[in-house]
């Protein structure tokens, strides 16, 4: 049975081989042992409320309680680029006219930018190959979702999420090589490899600050921008149905897209309600439509996938499902639609 829980001290071994199996391109989750031991004890100080809100990093992971193994990992920070630059590209337009020649053009251009400083930030999502079926990656990436309704206070008024770059099936990233590699003098996993460790100098040292112009990039690099990763789409796709949005920011050396939504728009902050366990439930429901359920305690913070009907206030749940989220009868859990409702229209 699957649970996304917050981490602990001893997932950290788990954690970094989950990181092994990751790849290139994911900023935020690399197999180096001090880092992420620095990571999981951030993230526990997080769920204890020990440190700042804005330093906060909420880590979760996705256990398989049958097996005793990890199965996902995610993430949640409570605010990027304050403590070290956050950079993005801004797409923007630069219109040319001649009257006398009769000609206009407007070409799009990227600009590099720290817009996005100070926002909440969705990041190190990874689902290990093994659980990529049925409705695990739904209930990885969603579960976070569930957490920011039940503690908005602690996120900023507009969350962000870095999408991995696309890159050719050889690991090569055309964005990248067209226009990095000229001002860095390196390989692309040793800028990633750099920027994982904080080390983000070099970037404003090496980068051009004049705009530049998409069109003088070849065909491969210009079809690259704002495209994700072929692991990454269902991620995209995941995030967007939650009310997350691309609006012309993408990463600096694969030209991922960043999507964005303010917090009061998500779905989970208009959809999910509260609900109490039944003490005394006639029908625990079997076989029906699977919802989001979490319990309501930051430190010990849980979620399944359920075939339960919240109804006026009140939920049945099995003694199983009731032991994953740690919860007990008369105990409040917060709920939400596993897939979006469909209108009668469509």
Known sequence: MLVVRAIKPDDLDPLLAMAAQVGSGMTTLKPDRKLLGDRVEVACASFAETIAPEKRDYMF???DTSKGCMAGVCAIKGAVGLDEPFYNYRIGTLVHSSREL????????????????????????????????????????????????????LFTEKIIAEMRG??????????????????????????????AKGKKSFIAELMPRQPIYVSYLPDDAQEAVGKVHTNTAPARRLLEQEGMYYDGFVDIFDAGPVLQARVRELRAMRESALSVIDANPTVVPIGGDPILVSNTDMRNFRVIVAPASPDHGRIALSDADQELLACQSGDAVRTLSLNLRRSNNE
């Not at 053009?105 to 400083?117: G, I, P, Q, V």
């Not at 890159?167 to 750099?194: I, N, W």
């Open 61 to 63: 992971v996705m256990e």
């Open 102 to 153: 009769k000609v206009f053009t407007r070409m799009e251009t990227l600009y590099l930018s720290n817009d996005l400083t100070g926002n909440s930030e969705l990041c190190s999502l990874f689902l290990h190959p093994d659980y990529r079926s049925g409705s695990n990656g739904k209930l990885l990436s969603k579960s976070r979702f569930l957490f920011i309704a039940q503690f908005p206070h």
């Open 166 to 195: 696309y890159q050719t099936p050889e690991g090569v990233s055309p964005f990248y090589e067209a226009l990095g590699r000229h001002f860095f003098k390196m390989e692309f996993d040793a800028c990633d490899e750099l920027t």
